[in-house]
């Protein structure tokens, strides 16, 4: 669908510009968005994707530009104003109050929800509408949003956001929404999309995931460093000519090696199946990229957790380094967030920087440059603190955070999530180079292409291993094969 | 298992040791197990019920009262004088109490102040004027405070009656109501709310001014139970409300709270006390022995939401 002149926008920004101290994160950007129309938005982090939905949503007023909502042009353009036009946004950041109810949440953000019996029409709303997008949900209004898993969690804020009640939906912003989602779950997502499209509804979808683009949105404009580089129907574009548009590099991948179970010595990590006669043991040989897979919440970040625990964590704090850990969900257990990028990136480290029970500053800093380098950490200052990076910089550091010790073992729990493909690229050279080095990595991963990467793979369903696939048997296909087998989704 | 939610939880650890205590409690003096007996166990718990309703609200959108017991004292100076010679007088001083509560809450707020600061500040504030009021301990309850408090319902004793009526309130208040969904909203995720459009500081002045309204109560009920004031009178009232609401399920921050658990927390406090005296323990030993109680229930309630969490998984 090509945009017709003669077709008001729902909403559309004529030359918006931002910048944030000496950073332009926006240079004249024009962007529309027609009715009925899923746009697809990609580029790179900081590439200026959240500084243009910021300006939408309305938390951010541009230095500069217009913007019109319906053709009319919004002066005092605002959160509530945007709100009352029927935008909404789900953000990348999980944004639902932990400490409410499901249905409690639902009526935070609609406030046409009050009076008696309002529980019961919130409680309605929100299952309606997960009923609608994800049949078969399991998640009850009842439960407060602490007790739900990642994934449960973006569905219900996926949920909120296209519901409605007194204003009609008319634009919906999805900021990486299918990122915590496993791949039956983002399907179903993505063909929800295309229905409400169908309606007449409109969607700004913003992924990494180049294939959910290419086959959800109808019109696909893509950013790089502030601006619009190009723009047009999503039928002209391939992966590669995204890619190329962004401007990073589709490396070709190492070859994997065929790794032969204990060739270099006994195992350095195992553990040992519960119970059921079909699950598998888990062993970890040195210098593998161990990969885990299977649909996201089976069990996979469980088993991460209890080897780390019972391996390194100890309330003790014994000062070993056997294992070190990338958290995947950065915002609970990866940042600190009051810190400076500095003092993050050095967290683990801090015993070897230590002298005479105090701290060696110059050393602290060069370590910090010097994995700011290795990394490609972009950010002019690392006194900065931490939250001031973009979302793929805050992963950056906390890899960095991991691989600068001398663990020998380090686990990783789906830590790619909202990082772009160059920076992926990074991390998948470097994490192979270590690996050669003799370091093993064990990796839980919602993304296809990363499981790839991994030299053997166990494959989980319902909290056990239930096959493993190694070298060459590594596809697409087996590991999809595994992961639904027994009838399991 | 839908039955026993998160919520429910909470509730059944200070609800458990409030059985148990007032078991030990009928067990060491059966004579307590009548109306008269129970009266005057909770008695002194209903200005402490209010006080920790008042603590809750402030805890819900993340804040933390340390002017409780200096205002609550404050209060009950200005009962015992300006109510009762000029009601007229008494009730503007209390109803710009709750607007200085108000004005707190929108202060801290803008300027982006610690609360504990703040009202660490207004702590000597209020003991200052409750000083300036009452230098000596004195004043006289207004008649219809005190007959409201030591009236005899039928059945069951007015302080049994009050709690129910405090909590049936503040629960309905907080966690019913679609105003105190927002009021916990700010509390759990403070840019959420106002990305849905509503007004952080609206809510936050509200709590804020709620607290207040309930502290403000908290001073009269004592005063009507007490006769009389004195500008130290309910010192202690900032940690008992604070250590209530912890012991009745809230948390420091997060916007997690449970009124019904608070007045609970508040009975138990009291009670405890009673307890120590039943067992003849010497006072030296009793806020000792008083704060084991609050950590032996804080041990259990930590185990149990742990079984919580093995069983939500």
């Not at chain 2, 919520?7 to 003096?29: D, G, H, K, M, Y």
């Not at chain 2, 009548?34 to 402030?58: C, E, K």
């Not at chain 2, 009920?221 to 900032?238: F, K, M, Q």
């Amino acid at each position: 669908m090509s945009i017709d002149p003669a077709v008001k926008p729902v909403i559309a920004v004529d030359g918006a510009s931002k910048t944030f101290g000496a950073v332009r994160a926006l240079s004249e950007v024009s962007f529309s968005v027609a009715r009925g129309e899923c746009v697809g938005l990609v580029g790179h982090n900081g590439a200026g994707k959240s500084t243009l939905v910021n300006i939408l949503n309305g938390s951010l007023t541009p230095d500069a530009g217009t913007i019109h909502l319906e053709g009319l042009a919004a002066d005092r353009y605002s959160v509530v104003a945007a709100r009352a036009s029927g935008l909404r946004c789900v953000f990348q950041e999980l944004s639902l109050c932990p400490n409410l109810t499901v249905t409690e949440n639902t009526r935070i953000m609609h406030s046409g929800i009050k009076g008696l019996g309002w529980r019961r029409n919130a409680a309605a709303l929100i299952r309606a509408k997960l009923d609608e997008i994800f049949p078969g949900h399991g998640i009850d209004g009842g439960q407060t949003v602490a007790e739900l898993s990642i994934a449960e969690r973006q569905m219900v804020e996926i949920a909120t956001a296209f519901s409605q009640s007194d204003h009609a939906v008319r634009l919906v912003i999805l900021d990486e929404p299918t990122s915590s989602l496993d791949s039956s779950l983002a399907a179903q997502l993505l063909a929800y999309i295309r229905r409400f499209v169908a309606e007449g509804g409109s969607v700004v979808l913003i992924s990494h995931i180049l294939s959910e683009i290419l086959t959800t949105a109808d019109r696909i404009v893509v950013m790089k460093d502030g601006q619009v580089v190009a723009s047009g129907p999503a039928a002209e574009f391939s992966v590669d000519t995204l890619v190329g548009a962004m401007g990073s590099v589709v490396r070709a991948r190492d070859a994997r090696r065929v790794f032969e179970a204990g060739a270099e010595g006994g195992p350095v990590l195992q553990q040992r199946a519960l119970g059921n006669a079909e699950a598998m043991d888990f062993v970890a040989y040195r210098g593998e990229i161990l990969g885990l897979a299977g649909l996201g919440g089976h069990g996979q970040t469980r088993t991460l957790v209890s080897l780390f625990m019972n391996a390194g964590g100890d309330w003790r704090g014994r000062r070993q380094t056997k294992i070190a850990f990338v958290a995947g969900d950065r915002h609970v257990d990866g940042n600190l967030p009051l810190w400076s990028t500095l003092k993050n990136l050095t967290l683990t480290l801090l015993p070897d920087l230590t002298r005479l029970g105090l701290i060696d500053r110059r050393k602290e800093a060069s370590v910090a440059g010097n994995w700011r380098e290795r990394m490609e950490i972009r950010t002019n200052d690392l006194g900065n603190p931490i939250l001031s990076l973009s979302g793929g910089n805050q992963q950056k550091v906390l890899f960095a955070r991991a691989l600068a010790t001398t663990a020998p073992v380090v686990l990783m729990d789906d830590p790619m999530r909202g990082v772009d493909i160059g920076t992926k690229q990074e991390v998948y050279h470097m994490l192979r180079v270590e690996a050669d080095k003799g370091r093993t990595f064990v990796w839980y991963s919602t993304e296809m292409d990363e499981v790839c990467q991994c030299d053997r793979v166990y494959v989980f369903r319902e909290g056990r291993i239930v096959a493993e696939l190694t070298g060459e048997d590594v596809t697409e296909e087996r590991v999809l094969a595994a992961s639904f087998a027994g009838g399991a989704a | 298992m839908t039955w026993l939610t998160a919520e429910r939880w909470r509730l059944l650890v200070p609800a458990v040791s409030l059985t148990v205590l007032l078991i030990a409690v009928f067990w060491l003096q059966p004579r307590t197990m009548s109306y008269t007996g129970l009266n005057l166990l909770f008695n002194l718990a209903v200005p402490i019920a209010l006080a920790t309703i008042a603590q809750m609200l402030i805890m819900m959108v993340n804040g933390l009262d340390l002017s409780m017991g200096t205002f609550v004292s404050f209060v009950a100076c200005v009962t015992a004088t300006f109510l009762q010679t000029d009601p007229l007088v008494g009730a503007l001083i209390l109803f710009g109490c709750i607007a200085i509560y108000g004005a707190l809450g929108v202060v801290i707020y803008l300027r982006n102040l610690p609360a504990i600061v703040v009202t660490l500040g207004m702590s000597f504030v209020w003991g200052g004027l409750a000083v300036l009021l009452l230098p000596t301990p004195g004043g006289a309850a207004p008649e219809w405070i005190r007959w409201v408090m030591t009236s005899k319902p039928p059945f069951v004793p007015m302080a049994i009656v009050a709690s129910v009526i405090i909590a049936a309130a503040a629960h309905w208040l907080v966690m019913r109501s679609s105003f105190g969904v927002v009021l916990r909203g700010v509390g759990g995720n403070e840019r959420t709310v106002e990305r849905a459009g509503w007004s952080v500081l609206r809510a936050r002045a509200t709590a804020y001014a709620m607290a207040g309204f309930f502290a403000v109560l908290s001073g009269m009920s004592l005063v009507g139970l007490t006769t009389s004031a004195d500008a130290n009178i309910a010192l202690r009232y900032t940690l008992l409300s604070i250590a209530g609401v912890i012991l009745g399920g809230g948390e420091f921050v997060g916007g997690r709270v449970s009124p019904i658990g608070a007045v609970i927390g508040a009975l138990t406090l009291t009670l405890a006390a009673s307890f120590l005296s039943f067992l003849r323990i010497s006072p030296d030993w009793q806020i000792g022995a008083q704060g084991a109680i609050l950590i032996i229930v804080l041990a259990l309630r930590l185990v149990l939401t742990r079984r919580e969490a093995r069983v939500a998984h």
